[in-house]
């Protein structure tokens, strides 16, 4: 089974600076037929399910903000906000959709500094 | 709009069945694959299971294989999760997802509301 480790578990970042999140995968997530890393970011908000940030490593889904972008490819991902905004605040889990059992990273807890 | 919503839930004694329910609306449900994940409380999400869109192919984490089975009707729009032989460790928010595609995409674009199983005796 894949193994997805996020650092750090939590983040304090001030408002308009910039979030950085990590996301390590025991094996490569770098499927070679098609190129494509099978890594998704998505932003959950207390009380609220799951909401698709970025798929394919690097593809942001519609609807949200050019300030969310994803990075990396193989092992190491990243997740960056490039200016924070309040609304922001959630744990943000980085997911492999690889192989099955399609594993989930245990997630990183951003607030405002 | 595209919706999922979700009902079943509740409170079980270890060992018994229970059945979730997720019904897709403003969308051609049976295009597409779904998913269950379940979240413990104050824990990060796990997925649990997939079902393609005609229901040939399923997958299912190691935790619940045997125990619980997923399942569809596109004629009516909904998906099942059955649970059974429940323990203490299946207490969870349970989220029904779509999948971006057929189910080969395992993308999840659409989450449902989730609802609460509790398993005590």
């Known amino acids: 089974d894949i193994v997805m480790t996020q650092s750090p578990d939590s983040l304090a970042v001030s408002l308009g600076d910039r979030a950085t999140f990590t996301c390590r995968s025991s094996?490569?997530?770098?499927?070679?037929?098609?190129?494509?890393?099978?890594l998704a970011w998505y932003q959950q908000k207390p009380g609220h399910p799951p909401k698709l940030l970025i798929y394919?490593?690097?593809t942001r889904e519609s609807g949200v903000p050019d300030r969310f972008s994803g990075s990396g490819s193989g092992t190491d991902f990243t997740l960056t906000i490039s200016s924070l905004q309040p609304e922001d605040v959630a744990i943000y889990y980085c997911?492999?959709?690889?192989?099955?059992?399609?594993?989930f990273g245990q997630g990183t807890k951003l607030e405002i500094k | 709009q595209m919706k999922l919503v979700q009902t079943g839930g509740g409170v079980v004694q270890p060992g018994r069945a229970l059945r979730l329910s997720c019904e897709g609306s403003?969308?051609?449900?049976?295009?597409?694959?779904m998913h269950w994940v379940r979240q413990a409380p104050g824990k990060g999400l796990e997925w649990v299971a997939l079902?393609?869109?005609?229901?040939?192919?399923?997958r299912y984490a190691e935790a619940v294989k045997g125990r619980f089975t997923i399942s569809r009707d596109n004629s009516r729009n909904m998906l099942y999760l059955h649970m059974s032989r429940l323990r203490a460790d299946d207490a969870a928010l349970y989220y029904c997802?779509?999948?971006?595609?057929?189910?080969?995409?395992?993308?999840?674009?659409?989450w449902g509301q989730g609802t609460l199983v509790t398993v005590s005796a």
């Open positions: 394919w490593a690097s």
């Open positions: 997911h492999q959709y690889y192989s099955s059992p399609y594993s």
């Open positions: 997802a779509r999948d971006q595609g057929i189910g080969t995409r395992r993308i999840l674009d659409q």
């Open positions: 403003g969308f051609t449900f049976a295009n597409f694959g």
């Open positions: 079902i393609w869109n005609d229901g040939t192919n399923k």
């Open positions: 094996q490569s997530l770098l499927y070679t037929s098609d190129n494509k890393n099978y």
